[in-house]
């Protein structure tokens, strides 16, 4: 391996790999000095050319204990407005307009999700800044809930 820095060379064994990830918890990156949140090691074979990789629990380092920003409450005013946009019929009227999206789905995702809110900006009254900010990170699911995930 060239991309990383060997951290051990020699005979396999689960207690090497522990050991190893016990060293990198407690000293932070090897990689990148001075950082503290290693995500794990390689472990490569060089007789059968194969690696797998070993990363840390979340619970093993502490990674989940960030400070959690507190969301603001939801306005259901302003979730119904955004709501108000995203309607299944105008959704088929714009999978009907290109055989493509049907095909290829789920790679055509984001030409569709482009293309609803394109037609919406087209079709609509201004859509205020917040209201289509949140249009834009509902439009995906509210595809994927018609169409599946893929």
């Known amino acids: 391996m060239d991309v990383v820095p060997i951290l051990y060379q020699g005979v396999y064994t689960p207690t090497i790999v522990r050991e190893t990830m016990d060293k990198l918890k407690a000293n932070g990156s090897a990689l990148v000095p001075g950082y503290p949140k290693p995500e794990g090691v390689v472990v490569f074979f060089h007789r059968t050319q194969t690696m797998f990789k070993q990363v840390f629990d979340k619970e ?10 507190e969301k603001a409450p ?56 917040e209201v289509m900010k949140a249009l834009r990170r509902k439009v995906f699911p509210f595809i994927q809930a018609h169409y599946g995930k893929g």
């Open 60 to 69: 093993d380092t502490g990674w989940d204990r960030k400070e959690k920003k």
């Open 74 to 129: 939801v306005d259901p005013v302003f979730e119904e407005r955004v709501n108000s946009y995203l309607h299944p019929v105008r959704l088929e009227k714009l999978m009907m307009r290109d055989s493509r999206y049907l095909t290829q789905y789920p790679k055509t995702l984001p030409e569709i999700a482009r293309d609803y809110v394109a037609d919406l900006v087209k079709e609509s009254e201004p859509i205020e800044e």
